[in-house]
């Protein structure tokens, strides 16, 4: 026979399951707005039954009905939509950051505008053009000195603020490894935590929850893979080499390089380069993008002034051809060896050390407008100038030297394609980080539709759980009452 109260304890059970239930239910409302929470459910599961002897029979025709017990508190998270997410962020990283250097890129070249160096350089061939007009003008003659300047200026303003650039990604390469290491720190003391909870029979959840969040900001900045361990924990691995291992991380650190100046990574002690995420990105640009635009300003900024230096010396000033003299002057020279001599004759060697010769800057007399061969009036002549001026539609030649142009080529149409090719780099970037993030976006999608909190859903739940509660409620109220009926009631007949 079953106990008397035996409808007591099922409903006690049901109490505390529904209640559980509804606790779980708050939770989950109660971080609807949490960063990384995943929806947890409780599993129930029918407590095991009492045999039931039938009154007419010795046998057993069943098991008799217990109640229900809470068997766990379950996330609802699909593992696979993780490892997705994880690929697709590290694309989306390394694609942000390319995209963030070729957009400042562009903002300093700046181009086409009234103020970009093509304007520039269009400017003074014509003020060049201008003078051949009339050589003894001395107004032309300060536009071409002034327009020269400008070019010269243009030249250094444009590689110091690429520099800089190189110089703030370098920063941001220190700043990642510092964020790479308090992740791996933060997850190895997550492991930690979960690995002291979870041999107790208990499901750490939240922990669980904080650790994914740390593994999704880790996956954007480096490729990484996540392999679970013993107690709960996980180890991560960067591109295959070891990096959190259960309670313990490897440091990532950033050394500055003697010879580059530059910071170079290492992880566990040994050298690092990564091949995907955020942080391969900044260092394809930092030692990538950058220095392939400075080299290309400086071949450009080095045959320009060749050019003009190789024609301007062998041409004759206003104080040659008033003094009888030569003085084999070059129009721009390196300003880092004219701070060492100033009667140097040093051609600008890169795009950040071109001045105009101080000569020049003193004395407008000195620009060399003539050619000693000519025709004409000595103080009238204006063939060199009208030389330099076609400079601007000259092809030089292709060469293997490093200050050499990689393609036969006018300076102008070979400072276009340096600029072209920046827009179409920029263009690709924007295109694959479009495409990254709306891969991210559906994925996360997914993921939410699974793991995500939706209050209309949870509210459902509860009106269900409630109901559940308050049905048990009443089972027991009517147990109590014929208990009452049994203990209070019965055996007074008579009295």
Same mark, same amino acid.
Do not use: C
């Given at each position: 026979?079953r106990s008397?109260?035996?409808?007591?304890?099922?409903?006690?059970?049901?109490?505390?399951?529904q209640?559980?239930?509804?606790?779980?239910?708050?939770?989950?409302?109660?971080?609807?707005?949490?960063?990384?929470?995943?929806?947890?459910?409780?599993?129930?599961?029918?407590?095991?039954?009492?045999?039931?002897?039938?009154?007419?029979?010795?046998?057993?025709?069943?098991l008799?009905g217990?109640?229900?017990?809470?068997?766990?508190?379950?996330?609802?998270?699909?593992?696979?939509l993780?490892?997705?997410?994880?690929?697709?962020?590290?694309?989306?990283?390394?694609w942000d950051?390319?995209?963030?250097?070729?957009?400042?890129?562009?903002?300093?070249?700046n181009?086409p505008?009234?103020?970009?160096?093509?304007?520039?350089?269009?400017?003074?061939?014509?003020a060049?053009?201008d003078?051949? =007009?009339?050589?003894?003008?001395?107004?032309?003659?300060?536009?071409?000195?002034?327009?020269?300047k400008a070019?010269?200026?243009?030249?250094n303003?444009?590689?110091?603020?690429?520099?800089?650039?190189?110089?703030?990604?370098?920063?941001?390469v220190?700043?990642?490894?510092?964020?790479?290491?308090?992740l791996?720190?933060q997850?190895a003391?997550?492991?930690?935590?979960?690995?002291?909870?979870?041999?107790?029979?208990y499901?750490?959840?939240?922990?669980?929850?904080?650790?994914?969040?740390?593994?999704? =900001?880790?996956?954007?900045?480096?490729?990484?893979q996540v392999t679970?361990?013993?107690?709960?924990?996980?180890?991560?691995?960067?591109?295959?080499?070891?990096f959190?291992n259960?309670?313990?991380?490897?440091?990532?650190v950033?050394?500055?390089?003697p010879?580059t100046? +530059?910071?170079?990574?290492?992880?566990?002690?040994a050298?690092?380069?990564?091949?995907s995420?955020?942080?391969?990105?900044?260092?394809?640009?930092?030692?990538?993008?950058?220095?392939?635009?400075?080299?290309?300003?400086d071949?450009?900024?080095?045959?320009?002034t060749?050019?003009?230096?190789?024609?301007?010396?062998?041409?004759?000033?206003?104080?040659?051809?008033?003094n009888g003299?030569v003085?084999d +002057?070059?129009?721009f020279?390196?300003?880092?060896?004219?701070?060492?001599n100033?009667?140097?004759k040093d051609?600008?060697?890169?795009?950040?050390?071109?001045?105009?010769?101080?000569?020049?800057?003193?004395?407008?007399?000195?620009?060399a407008a003539?050619?000693?061969?000519?025709?004409?009036?000595?103080?009238?002549n204006?063939?060199?100038a009208q030389?330099?001026?076609?400079?601007?539609?000259?092809?030089?030649?292709a060469?293997?030297?490093?200050?050499?142009?990689?393609?036969?080529?006018?300076?102008?149409n070979?400072?276009?394609?340096?600029?072209?090719?920046?827009g179409?780099?920029?263009?690709?970037?924007?295109?694959n980080?479009?495409?990254?993030?709306?891969l991210?976006?559906t994925?996360?999608?997914q993921?939410?539709?699974?793991?995500g909190?939706?209050i209309d859903?949870?509210m459902?739940?509860?009106?269900?759980?409630?109901?559940a509660?308050?049905?048990?409620?009443?089972?027991?109220t009517?147990?109590?009452e014929?208990?009452?009926?049994?203990?209070?009631?019965?055996?007074?007949?008579?009295l």
């Open positions: 026979m008397t109260f035996h409808g007591i304890e099922v409903s006690k059970r049901g109490l505390f399951a209640q559980s239930a509804l606790n779980t239910t708050g939770h989950n409302i109660a971080n609807a707005n949490t960063e990384g929470y995943t929806r947890q459910r409780v599993n129930m599961q029918a407590t095991t039954g009492l045999p039931y002897v039938g009154l007419q029979a010795a046998v057993e025709p069943g008799l217990t109640g229900v017990q809470a068997t766990s508190i379950q996330r609802l998270r699909e593992e696979f993780d490892i997705q997410y994880r690929n697709e962020h590290k694309r989306q990283g390394y950051a390319r995209l963030e250097t070729l957009e400042k890129l562009e903002g300093i070249m181009e505008s009234e103020t970009g160096l093509q304007k520039v350089m269009d400017q003074m061939w014509q060049w053009q003078l051949a =007009k009339d050589p003894t003008d001395t107004s032309a003659r300060a536009v071409v000195r002034e327009r020269s070019v010269a200026d243009t030249f303003t444009l590689t110091n603020h690429i520099k800089e650039v190189q110089s703030d990604l370098d920063n941001v220190n700043v990642k490894a510092m964020e790479i290491n308090s791996g720190q997850i003391s997550l492991n930690s935590q979960i690995a002291n909870i979870v041999p107790h029979g499901q750490p959840n939240d922990l669980y929850d904080q650790r994914d969040v740390l593994l999704d =900001k880790l996956s954007k900045l480096v490729d990484i679970p361990a013993t107690a709960g924990m996980v180890n991560v691995t960067i591109e295959g080499r070891q959190v259960g309670a313990t991380s490897q440091p990532v950033a050394q500055q390089n010879v100046g +530059l910071s170079d990574l290492t992880l566990g002690g050298a690092f380069v990564p091949t995420g955020y942080l391969a990105g900044t260092l394809e640009s930092r030692d990538q993008i950058v220095p392939n635009l400075l080299k290309r300003l071949v450009l900024a080095v045959n320009l060749k050019e003009i230096n190789d024609l301007h010396r062998t041409g004759r000033s206003l104080t040659d051809i008033n003299t003085q +002057l070059p129009f020279v390196d300003a880092n060896a004219l701070a060492t100033a009667a140097t051609y600008p060697k890169s795009a950040s050390a071109i001045v105009v010769n101080p000569a020049i800057m003193m004395s407008l007399d000195a620009i003539a050619k000693p061969e000519a025709t004409s009036t000595p103080v009238g204006n063939e060199n030389a330099i001026a076609s400079i601007k539609f000259k092809v030089l030649p060469g293997t030297g490093p200050t050499d142009l990689a393609e036969s080529s006018t300076l102008d070979y400072y276009r394609y340096t600029i072209s090719q920046l179409v780099d920029a263009q690709e970037a924007t295109r980080q479009l495409n990254s993030e709306m991210v976006g994925v996360d999608n993921r939410q539709s699974v793991s909190v939706s859903d949870e459902a739940e509860m009106v269900k759980y409630q109901h509660y308050s049905a048990s409620a009443r089972v027991m009517s147990m109590d014929i208990l009452d009926k049994v203990i209070n009631g019965m055996g007074r007949v008579g």
